[in-house]
């Protein structure tokens, strides 16, 4: 029974990933910038992180920023990959089996917040401090705009999958439909 649930696990997780894997690569074709992205790929990390845990949260992320760079035809710089860690890691810890909404947008704006840090640091270690300095008014006004955003799809992409994680067992407590 132990190895059916992590066959599950493993395929809800490979899943996820792969839908991070394309939306990070259309992402980053629009941005056309090897130093700004939009943060939609983890979208599908925070979902695994929620429902799977902080560990396959993490493995998701770093699985998905690794295939996501290398297919979109920029260098893989690993500093890079604590910003997606970050994704993978704190909605899997704040929210284990306690999704409400106040816990998952401070799970975001935590998340969001060491994502950009880790990335302004990776800028000025892979890049330069002025090109991370350039960029980081604009990060955070796009900060005001995707945040909300990625609430509200994550919220809403967390109810829509209910009958997933019912029908495969993941044991969640639910929140309380308004």
Do not use: C
């Not at 893989?76 to 999704?99: D, T």
């Not at 704006?109 to 060491?114: A, G, P, Q, R």
């Amino acid at each position: 029974m132990k190895h059916q649930m992590l066959l599950q696990k493993l395929a809800l997780a490979s899943v996820l990933t792969a839908l991070s894997i394309v939306i990070d690569i259309m992402f980053k074709m629009i941005a056309m910038s090897p130093v700004f992205g939009f943060p939609f790929y983890a979208i599908p990390i925070v979902l695994g992180s929620i429902l799977l845990g902080p560990i396959f949260g993490m493995m998701m992320a770093f699985i998905g920023d690794f295939f996501g760079v290398i297919n979109s035809g920029y260098p893989y710089l690993p500093l890079f990959a604590l910003a997606a860690l970050a994704w993978g890691a704190i909605p899997g810890i704040l929210m284990r089996k306690h999704v409400q909404p106040e816990r998952l947008m401070w799970a975001i704006v935590i998340s969001y917040l060491l994502a950009s840090g880790f990335n302004t640091l990776a800028m000025m270690v892979h890049y330069s401090v002025q090109t991370a300095l350039a960029n980081l008014p604009l990060r955070l006004l796009a900060a005001m705009f995707n945040g909300p955003v990625m609430f509200v799809l994550i919220r809403d992409l967390y109810r829509r999958m209910a009958p997933i994680y019912e029908r495969y067992a993941i044991p969640l407590k639910h929140e309380p439909t308004s």
